[in-house]
């Protein structure tokens, strides 16, 4: 049928032409250099020209005191150390929950799979919060417990110490790894394994030496993963490393803008955290990409399960225990908390009270402002979110005009840049005339695209990646125009895809903190802010509440995706 | 007697005089419908007062922006920095905040009505601000944790090493009473009291209100080494267990001020919840009900709290505070870490 195909490619070439005749290459390319300019480059700018200006000119004076001052190369190092500890055990604790899901006989695997994205959903500083209340050295329940269980008079677990931050961030950090890992797994067959079994080793054996060393990049990519998240967090070392004097570079940076502020030193601080993020991304993609074992690209071959025998229930039951850290008793503590007027006593009939719920939703003005304007910009970041990351997605997907591949770099730039340099960056550059958005939500806004842009163009792009351009050009060539085809043969198929998109987006929305933290003014407080500044009236109860309130809303949405789109967060975000 | 008839027509003619102004002011206040705090004053206090204004002048709303005197400092002059007009009323329990705006010119020359029985230290002496309340900061323990016998009785006595891993702080970047607590015990021991203070491991918090004291009352920590009186009194009355010690060394004492901002949106609506804060029924409640002392001298207090003349006050000056803050907050970080 050479001419089928040969009116096929007259079709597509023509569509292109069509494409052009429009003109919409201009337009999109300058769209594409607005966004890169004013929510990147223009930011990144202000940062370099404010660490290197000083009162006399150009200097390097703002650097040499970040390397020098001794507070400041503290938190550098604390920084450091807590990333490290928290990529490594994110990895080992990721990989086995990873290989137990995917390569063993482990019952309820869809339960745990849950669980992990419970995790994963989790706002970090919730998670950080709730574990205050569950190990502070004295008033802690779980110390409490302890204590009134052994009769000893210490207490088991201090959570405001280095080694609380690193397992607080290990157990929201190691889902990332997780979800990488389980990709591999799901990839690796079992031949080279049987080949083992065969050639004589045992399980673990064959584990050592087959299957870990094929998901080794997967590993040092998961480690680089949780390292960067770990390094960007705000809220889980401002929550508990502060009370026990540590800072890390965040909360050093946050720390910078109270008055009088060191901008110069502020944005001197986000360059090495700016540097490192780019330069491990780098590494990650370097690693992954080097990923050419045929045993773990092909799609054939088998998978065989590896029995545990009697060590099933047991390791299921550790696994349980493993993600109540993360999931059950944070979330009872929380419930409790939001139920309860005193958190520590006892949730008897007399100490309960819907008093947190009333005040957070009815009395306290600055909680229903933020639950307003949460809801306002998960609404609005979401939905221009979708639409610019679908627009790229289908542009670059179809090859719509030259280059067309290289808009995709817009798209995925900001995951470079840590939540909290972005919003120094946003500050310098937008709050101060002539370009203000500070005061408004609308900085908030600009945040949140950006940060979320590379979430949401991962997601538009397996929605175009996985609809046959053929079905397309079908619809064409029945005398379909491009736009038609577009709404009625596209836009169904991707319908689904997109709603995930636009729900993911506004899970992240409205956890973000860490770039919030600086961009919020009492007009434009969100949610995560108003958790934070609470804690310090000592309003536990009213936490409790917002926070279960973040919870309920993303569990829904990704109930909606799941139903909706049948896709997962965790499998489709790298 | 044809004197007296002229004095009783000149009082009667100021008074007509006044009660018009003030009728114009409720009537420019009502036009501009809200007015906008910045305080440092405590959540529950500060809507409490927030509440008795709104019921005496309907229609004006107050809105209540509660955070430490650090954050507000510092979201005010990020905002002037920006030129964004917001604040109409600005309160934070450091002073040294208020010779700042002064000298810069962010503040409104006003004087409130009412203040003339006010002691001096209530008073600026160029109209910018006026000392709204005054805090003591003192320390508190739980009594479920310390024994009465056991408990520290002095600012020395928490240097013990008993104590190490049982003591919270809250923190002068945040809080402008213990900004002003730590300016007190350096004039009166030096830095070295923070130095030896800071080798017992404290607990940091960051509120010198509902935040440190619930640490102490929840039993996560037993003994708050610095806070506001007030909030440890209010916490206690409600049935917590927290004991309060004011040090026979000296008791820091706050006085924090209240001021309009220059460019305030709502100016009338400004002016007439300042001349509120100061009435004699506003100050009173403050003294009931949150348990504040304040400069207002036909003001009652509770019987079960100490008269400020029974008690050693350290008092600090603004100026000195003002020239002083950047230095107690890195040596405060220096010492204790963060």
């Not at chain 1, 400041?72 to 150390?81: P, S, V």
């Not at chain 1, 670059?396 to 995709?408: C, V």
Request: with cysteine; charged share 15%; proline share 4%.
């Amino acid at each position: 049928m050479p001419h089928a195909t040969d009116a096929l490619g007259q079709l597509r070439v023509r569509s292109r032409m069509i494409f052009r005749a429009v003109d919409w290459t201009l337009p999109i390319w300058i769209g594409a250099a607005l966004f890169l300019v004013f929510l990147m480059i223009l930011p990144l700018g202000w940062i370099f020209a404010t660490s290197l200006w000083g009162e006399q000119g150009w200097t390097l004076d703002a650097y040499v005191r970040v390397f020098t001052e001794a507070a400041l190369l503290k938190a550098l190092r604390n920084t450091i150390l807590i990333s490290f500890w928290v990529g490594v055990l994110a990895v080992v604790v990721g990989s086995l929950l990873a290989w137990l899901v995917t390569r063993t006989d482990l019952p309820a695997k869809k339960a745990i799979r849950a669980l992990v994205m419970a995790s994963f959903v989790t706002p970090p500083f919730l998670g950080a919060f709730a574990w205050t209340l569950l190990a502070g050295p004295n008033a802690g329940l779980l110390n409490r417990l302890y204590r009134s269980a052994t009769g000893a008079e210490g207490a088991l677990l201090n959570i405001f110490t280095m080694e609380g931050l690193i397992f607080v961030m290990v157990l929201y950090s190691f889902p990332y790894v997780f979800s990488m890992v389980a990709n591999i797994f799901e990839l690796i067959t079992s031949d080279l394994e049987d080949a083992a079994n065969i050639l004589g080793a045992g399980r673990l054996r064959t584990m050592l030496t087959i299957t870990l060393p094929l998901a080794a990049p997967a590993l040092l990519g998961g480690f680089i993963l949780a390292f960067l998240h770990s390094l960007s967090l705000f809220g889980v070392p401002a929550i508990l490393g502060l009370p026990a004097g540590l800072h890390t570079i965040t909360t050093q940076i946050w720390a910078l803008f109270q008055y009088p502020p060191r901008p110069d030193l502020a944005a001197a601080f986000s360059v090495p955290l700016l540097l490192a993020t780019m330069l491990l991304l780098a590494l990650q993609r370097r690693i992954l990409g080097q990923r050419g074992y045929s045993t773990v690209g092909g799609k054939g071959g088998e998978r065989r399960t590896v029995r545990l025998g009697i060590f099933r229930r047991p390791i299921f039951f550790l696994v349980l225990a493993l993600l109540s850290l993360s999931v059950f008793l944070p979330y009872g503590i929380l419930l409790k908390a939001a139920l309860a007027r005193a958190w520590a006593l006892p949730l008897t009939w007399d100490n309960l009270t819907l008093g947190h719920f009333r005040f957070a939703f009815f009395q306290y003005g600055d909680t229903q402002g933020a639950i307003l304007n949460t809801f306002k910009l998960g609404i609005l970041t979401a939905t221009a979110g979708t639409l610019i990351a679908a627009l790229i997605a289908y542009i670059t997907n179809r090859q719509l005009f030259r280059g067309a591949r290289y808009l995709a770099f817009f798209a995925l730039a900001p995951l470079v840049i840590p939540g909290i340099v972005l919003a120094v960056g946003l500050f310098f550059a937008y709050a101060r005339p002539p370009l203000l958005l500070y005061g408004t939500i609308w900085i908030l806004f600009v945040a949140y695209l950006t940060k979320e842009m590379p979430v949401g163009f991962a997601q538009a792009e397996t929605t175009f990646k996985a609809i046959q351009i053929e079905l397309e050009d079908a619809s064409r060539i029945m005398g379909a125009n491009r736009f038609m085809a577009l709404k009625d043969v596209t836009a169904p198929l991707a319908r689904s895809g997109l709603i995930a998109t636009w729900c993911f987006i506004f899970i992240g929305v409205i956890r973000e903190l860490s770039a919030s933290i600086l961009l919020f003014t009492p007009k434009s407080k969100v949610v995560s802010v108003v958790i934070f500044d609470l804690k310090e009236e000592g309003q536990i109860g009213v936490i409790a509440v917002l926070g279960i309130l973040l919870l309920l809303v993303s569990f829904f949405l990704i109930l909606a995706v799941h139903w909706v789109a049948g896709r997962d967060l965790l499998v489709s975000r790298e | 007697m044809k004197r007296l008839s002229v004095l009783v027509l000149f009082i009667l003619v100021r008074a007509a005089l006044a009660s018009a102004q003030e009728a114009a002011l409720v009537e420019a206040g009502k036009r501009e419908g809200k007015v906008v705090w910045y305080t440092s004053l405590a959540l529950p206090s500060s809507t409490a007062l927030a509440h008795l204004f709104m019921n005496r002048y309907q229609g004006i709303e107050v809105e209540v922006h509660r955070t430490g005197s650090g954050r507000v400092l510092q979201r005010v002059m990020q905002e002037v920095a920006a030129g964004i007009r917001n604040v109409d009323i600005i309160h934070t329990s450091d002073a040294g905040h208020f010779v700042l705006f002064k000298n810069k010119g962010l503040v409104m020359r006003y004087t409130p009505k009412g203040v003339e029985g006010f002691p001096a230290s209530f008073k600026d002496k160029d109209d910018f601000y006026y000392g709204m309340r005054s805090t003591l900061s003192t320390i508190a323990y739980n009594p479920r944790a310390v024994a009465e016998r056991e408990a520290p009785r002095s600012w020395k006595d928490l240097l013990d090493a008993k104590w190490r891993g049982k003591m919270a702080s809250a923190h002068p970047s945040y809080s402008g009473v213990i900004a002003t607590h730590v300016l007190a015990l350096v004039n009166l021991y030096g830095w070295d009291y923070f130095r030896d203070l800071a080798k017992n491991r404290l607990h940091l918090v960051q509120s010198a209100t509902a935040e440190i004291a619930g640490v102490v009352a929840s039993g996560e920590r037993a003994i708050a080494v610095n806070g506001a009186e007030y909030f440890f009194y209010k916490m206690l009355k409600e049935g917590n267990p927290l004991k309060i010690i004011y040090p026979k060394e000296g008791v820091p004492l706050v006085v924090s001020p209240t001021a309009i901002a220059k460019g305030a949106p709502h100016p009338s609506a400004a002016k007439l919840f300042t001349d509120f804060i100061f009435t004699r029924e506003a100050q009173q409640m403050l003294a009931d009900r949150e348990g504040l002392y304040t400069g207002h001298p036909e003001v009652n207090y509770p019987q079960d709290k100490p008269k400020l003349k029974e008690l050693r006050l350290l008092s600090t000056d603004a100026s000195q505070l003002e020239e002083r803050n950047a230095e107690i907050r890195k040596r405060f970080v220096e010492f204790f870490g963060a």
